[in-house]
């Protein structure tokens, strides 16, 4: 039952899976649950390549992720935000607008987004 419960912190509510078409956590999914009156989140889950790390936090309308992708990983990265706009570091690659959505593909290393979510 605990593990039910870990493993929906970790896959829900800190985002970090591994895409449909992944082996081995290659290519990560990151999709935090930025939903209701949670204001931040964070978590971590140790990979074959490494750790995965998220670290979310929403303020007075602005909202920061920051990831740790491990080395010889790729992840796709869902920020939310209004208006389709977000925030991105050089080097993130953009791939779609999704509703409320923006989703970047990035490889390894740590990686911070900002963006204005829609209001939950």
């Known amino acids: 039952m605990l593990g039910a419960i870990d493993g929906w912190f970790i896959g829900r509510v800190a985002g970090i899976a591994q895409t449909a078409d992944s082996v081995g956590y290659a290519k990560l999914l990151i999709d935090p649950a ?35 992708v491990p080395a010889g990983s790729t992840a796709e990265i869902h920020v939310p935000a209004d208006a389709g706009h977000a ?30 979510p829609t209001r939950s």
């Not at 140790?46 to 007075?60: C, F, L």
């Open 34 to 68: 930025v939903e209701g009156g949670m204001t931040s989140a964070s978590g971590s889950y140790t990979t074959p390549y490494g750790v995965a790390r998220t670290d979310w936090r929403r303020d007075s309308g602005r909202f920061r992720l920051t990831v740790d």
């Open 87 to 116: 925030d991105a570091p050089g080097g993130a690659r953009l791939l779609r607008t999704e509703g409320s959505e923006v989703v970047y593909e990035v490889g390894s290393g740590r990686w911070t987004f900002h963006s204005t």
